[in-house]
């Protein structure tokens, strides 16, 4: 009779951590000036983590993006204009490997082949009006030779993907 109640008890934590690990299909994350609305992260090339639950790393990585983001955009933008991107894919620096039982978990190796990339569309509002809008595939090819992403920041290199995208390619259409 106890076998029954631990089989029954283990179904139950079970279906509970399954649940408790669904999460919305396109997560929406808002700061500032940025508001990011993440699509089909299931889809997405490489968000793969390797030490905690998917949902907790996808929700930490979508919330640290944002932020970081905003930091930028700041910056960037004009007082008054606010960014909305729709992030379609995004493929973090490196690539997961299996380390057969030596860890508990994948690890992730980052060497230049496996650069950071991101596909999504954006637009940049003022107000009602639609300031800039596009949509844009960005890729790091460098980021393992530059000096100033070598720190301990979350996210650095996709962090760095996106504020360079703003630097270089939206700065200079806003000030036109």
């Known amino acids: 009779m106890n076998v029954k109640y631990a089989l029954l008890a283990s179904v139950l934590v079970a279906q509970s951590a399954m649940a408790a690990d669904n999460t919305d299909p396109n997560p929406l994350t808002e700061v500032g000036v940025v508001k990011v609305e993440w699509q089909n992260p299931k889809d997405y090339r490489d968000i793969k983590t390797s030490t905690e639950r998917q949902s907790r790393f996808e929700a930490r990585l979508f919330e640290t993006l944002t932020k970081n983001i905003n930091k930028q955009a700041e910056k960037s933008l004009k007082p008054g204009q606010t960014l909305f991107l729709q992030v379609t894919d ?7 490997r299996p380390t057969f039982g030596a860890t508990p ?9 496996y650069p950071p990339r991101a596909t999504f569309s954006y637009t940049i509002n003022e107000g009602d009006k639609v300031v800039l809008s596009g949509e844009e595939k960005i890729t790091d090819m460098s980021f393992m030779y530059n000096s100033q992403r070598l720190n301990d920041r979350p996210f650095q290199y996709e962090t760095t993907l996106f504020t360079d995208w703003l630097k270089k390619d939206i700065e200079p259409k806003i000030s036109q």
């Open 105 to 113: 978990g994948d690890l992730r190796v980052v060497k230049d082949l």
């Open 90 to 96: 995004l493929d973090l620096a490196g690539d997961m």
